[in-house]
């Protein structure tokens, strides 16, 4: 089995910072696997925030976070990050972490496996 555990979101105000972290274990290899960060809002579709393909060597965002957040991964840790700066209030989500044994899609139905979430909120 494989797990992704999200850990790192919280209570912000607009214009702070937040570092998300997704840590991956269990039958994977981490290094092989592309890895993206999904976010859903309330009352909204999941929708696709950053991408980054098994090397690190093609990274995509979405134009809402272009400038702003940055995706990263520590292939040692098994660990995909999302730096978050200058929040927004329409920020305020779920964010999912999801792996594909991929070259990294923008697509829900790509991934074959995800986290539980964890919460940002962006206070105005």
């Known amino acids: 089995q494989v797990q992704l555990v999200e850990s790192g979101g919280g209570l912000v105000q607009a214009g702070g910072s937040l570092r998300l972290s997704c840590a991956a274990s269990?039958?994977?290899?981490?290094?092989?696997?592309?890895m993206a960060w999904f976010r859903q809002a309330p009352g909204k579709e999941r929708e696709i925030v950053a991408t980054i393909n098994w090397s690190g060597s093609s990274i995509r965002y979405a134009d809402s976070v272009k400038g702003r957040f940055t995706i990263s991964r520590d292939d040692v840790k098994n660990t995909v990050y999302l730096q978050m700066n200058s929040l927004k209030s329409e920020d305020t989500a779920v964010y999912y972490c999801?792996?594909?044994?991929?070259?990294?899609?923008?697509?829900?139905?790509?991934?074959?496996?995800w986290g539980q979430g964890t919460q940002v909120t962006v206070s105005s």
């Open positions: 269990g039958r994977m290899v981490f290094s092989s696997y592309a």
């Open positions: 999801a792996a594909d044994y991929g070259v990294g899609s923008p697509l829900i139905d790509k991934y074959s496996y």
